[in-house]
């Protein structure tokens, strides 16, 4: 089992910065890939960004190259979601989730979800 926790939504202006915390308990936190996921008001839930075990693979979506960093603390239990240059289609409900057999990449199986944390983007 693994419990996730996401902390560090919230309101910002466009142009603005958020770094988002998933702090993860349970399972030895080293031994799986992570993920986080959005999903905006009338739209299917997306990748976001993804993050090996060790921290040596990430892979993004296309939407947030070069804007977004995901990286992890395993002495911590920790991956985070660096934001920087928002934009309002930003605008969503965030998501960690464990990938227990992965890299995670976007097309592989998530396990374990967090409840999520609203980050809104205004323009």
């Known amino acids: 089992q693994v419990q996730l926790v996401e902390s560090g939504g919230g309101l910002v202006q466009a142009g603005g910065s958020l770094r988002l915390s998933c702090a993860a308990s349970?399972?030895?936190?080293?031994?799986?890939?992570m993920g986080w996921f959005r999903q905006a008001p009338g739209k299917e839930r997306e990748f976001v960004a993804g993050i090996s075990w060790s921290g040596g693979s990430t892979y993004y979506a296309d939407s947030v190259k070069g804007r977004f960093t995901i990286s992890r603390v395993n002495a911590k239990n920790t991956v985070y979601l660096q934001m920087i240059s928002l934009k309002p289609e930003d605008t969503a409900v965030y998501y960690c989730?464990?990938?227990?057999w992965g890299r995670g990449a976007p097309n592989e199986s998530y396990h374990y979800w967090g409840q999520g944390t609203q980050v809104t983007v205004s323009s």
């Open positions: 349970g399972r030895t936190f080293s031994s799986y890939a």
């Open positions: 989730a464990a990938d227990l």
